[in-house]
């Protein structure tokens, strides 16, 4: 018999033989049979050539004992995911369902599921199909990040569960298709606080925060209780809005729950929420009651949030403590401490701990650790010092990055700077209104008025818009809204305006010359200052002092960069009406009081 040769020669190579094309049956049973006596079953690769063989044969149910012989004496064989598509086809041949379903059992429990691929090949082999290996091929893919092929197999299910709904929404939202997600909340007879918490993360994820926070509102209100993920993500929709009072009842709720017993992120979104709705000194608190010592999110967040209020002398001495726990800092701390040293203007401190990262921590530095020192050395007019750190980063300059070039040359008057660093940003970002807007504000500056027509043409011909600045404003409890030039409440609009003119008066006794230079749309000189007088955060702060109590501070939310006309009569207000101001920017806080700002005109 031919057969003879191949398989029970000593020194024969049975996986080998196995990959023969013109392998017949009797020589697999051959080979079966010295696989067995040499106990072979410790190879992982050749037990799957033979179940696949096997289970080609007349006796598939062969393979099926293979693999569970395999199986039963090394459970963790690495590599035996390679038998368990041709073994469950084996099963599916000889209709041994309840073996079947016991391999089922045995990826289940392993990491095997982690791998989309060989669970698309193990759920195309099975015998039967329960909605468990439907979810678990759903999961795989998940997992995997593959959302389109995951959306698939979700629209497929011959029937749906909570699992797989929620498993949906949570992809959905990760991978920035929210509306998919929200359809299928919608659709959903039956919800659990997974499926609450899945969509209010989506939100937050997607930048629509007060759609986070409302759908929380309404969880509560239907007798759900938040579980701790809700809760982190209503405190950063929350945060991220600057709604104070809200932050302050989820605050209260961690703590009548003990919700923060059970997960450690807590803490660090609790100082970051009151860090961005203005409230440092609870930021602090919070640091310093819960703090985990060896937690590094809490750390980190209490840096940055010092970073937002530039305060940079506090922020180093929450890193030196850092480092006297000896905890390891990591790219994170660094990028809050040097954001920190830049906006509080620490020149030599951001430099000396740009280094520090680098040498004492051995952090390879990103992007945007880089961008902060250009930003450092560009705030304070070192231009050239700025396009010095550009040339030596191994990477191309971001949008950021030439925006904080833009934003310097703006400021210091660099036109010719202004104009390379403006056209490079608005090459790599050509959507984005600001990096036109403030190019052509430094031309205006300037006086290049047909530059400023360039630029505003290519604005026009690329259909660019420019995002209307918005305030919001926390009065008698509920948030007023500001777009520029009028208020959302429109019973509001005449009182803000009457109010507006006369505080505008008064700081002119007291020597404000509007900034006219800040109006982007080339108008006369009379509706030019009427225009700015309308910018979103004056008319917030209007409002403000006419509907909160003398000696409380006005706290403004604002969605864009304040601009130097703003701040400026931020400034005198603090001063002339006695009132402290508290405005949050796109980029960081300023607090106004007694004509002065903590960024120290540094922003
Ligand atoms: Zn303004
Ligand atoms: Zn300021």
Redesign the pocket.
């Known amino acids: 018999m031919r057969s003879s040769c191949v398989s029970v020669t000593v020194g024969a190579n049975p996986t080998r033989l196995l990959s023969e094309k013109r392998i017949t049956q009797s020589q697999v049973r051959q080979i079966h049979a010295y696989i067995v006596k040499t106990n072979l079953v410790t190879h992982a690769l050749c037990v799957a050539k033979l179940v696949n063989a096997l289970s080609q044969s007349s006796n598939p149910y062969d393979a099926v004992s293979v693999f569970a012989h395999a199986l039963s004496r090394f459970h963790h064989l690495r590599g035996i995911e390679f038998s368990v598509p041709p073994a469950l086809k084996a099963c599916g041949k000889s209709c041994a369902f309840e073996e079947g379903k016991q391999i089922m059992g045995f990826i289940l429990k392993t990491h095997l599921w982690n791998d989309p691929f060989l669970a698309r090949s193990v759920f195309d082999k099975m015998p039967t199909r329960d909605l468990i290996s439907w979810n678990s091929l759903l999961s795989g893919y998940l997992k995997a990040g593959e959302i389109e092929i995951a959306r698939e197999v979700f629209e497929k299910m011959p029937q749906r569960d909570l699992v797989s709904c929620n498993a949906m929404i949570d992809g959905y939202g990760k991978h920035g298709m929210c509306e998919l997600a929200e359809e299928v909340f919608m659709d959903m007879g039956v919800r659990d606080v997974v499926t609450w918490t899945s969509m209010i993360s989506a939100f937050v994820l997607n930048h629509q925060p007060r759609k986070g926070l409302c759908l929380f509102r309404e969880m509560l209100s239907l007798g759900v209780r938040p579980d701790a993920p809700a809760v982190v993500s209503v405190l950063s929709a929350i945060a991220d809005l600057g709604f104070l009072e809200e932050g302050k009842w989820v605050h209260n709720y961690i703590f009548t729950n003990k919700v923060h017993q059970s997960c450690s992120f807590i803490g660090s979104a609790l100082i970051n929420m009151y860090a961005k709705c203005g409230r440092i000194e609870n930021a602090y608190h919070v640091f310093r009651s819960l703090c985990h010592r060896q937690n590094i999110g809490d750390w980190n967040s209490m840096i940055s949030g010092l970073a937002l209020h530039g305060l940079g002398r506090e922020a180093i001495e929450i890193f030196q403590d850092m480092e006297r726990v000896e905890l390891e800092p990591d790219d994170i701390t660094f990028l809050g401490l040097l954001s920190a040293c830049n906006h509080g203007g620490l020149m030599d401190e951001g430099q000396f701990y740009f280094e520090t990262m680098q040498v004492k921590y051995k952090i390879v530095p990103k992007i945007q650790h880089y961008g902060c020192i250009v930003d450092l050395f560009g705030r304070a007019g070192r231009l050239e010092e700025a396009l010095g750190v550009i040339d030596e980063m191994p990477f191309e300059p971001d949008v950021l990055i030439w925006k904080a070039i833009l934003s310097a040359s703006m400021k210091h008057n660099n036109v010719v700077m202004g104009h390379t660093a403006g056209l490079r940003a608005i090459e790599l970002a050509p959507q984005d209104s600001s990096c036109y807007v403030l190019l052509s504000n430094i031309y205006a500056k300037a006086g290049r008025w047909d530059d400023v027509s360039k630029v505003r043409s290519l604005m026009r011909k690329r259909r660019v818009r420019k995002i209307p600045g918005c305030s919001s404003i926390l009065a008698d409890g509920k948030v007023h809204e500001f777009l520029v030039g009028k208020a959302m409440d429109v019973g509001y609009n005449q009182s803000v305006l009457s109010m507006l003119e006369e505080i505008v008066c008064k700081l002119k006794s007291e020597g404000y010359e509007p900034d006219l230079n800040q109006v982007f749309i080339d108008i006369e000189g009379g509706e030019k200052e009427s225009q700015l007088t309308l910018h979103s955060e004056k008319m917030a702060l209007a409002f403000g002092l006419l509907n909160s109590h003398q000696g409380s501070p006005i706290h403004i939310v604002k969605n864009l960069r304040i601009c130097c006309d703003c701040?400026r009569f931020m400034q005198l207000v603090s001063k002339i009406y006695n009132r402290r101001v508290i405005v949050r920017d796109q980029n960081r806080f300023?607090h106004f009081d007694k004509g002065f700002?903590?960024?120290r005109?540094h922003?």
Do not use: F, L, P, Q
């Open positions: 701040h300023h700002c903590s960024c005109n922003w």
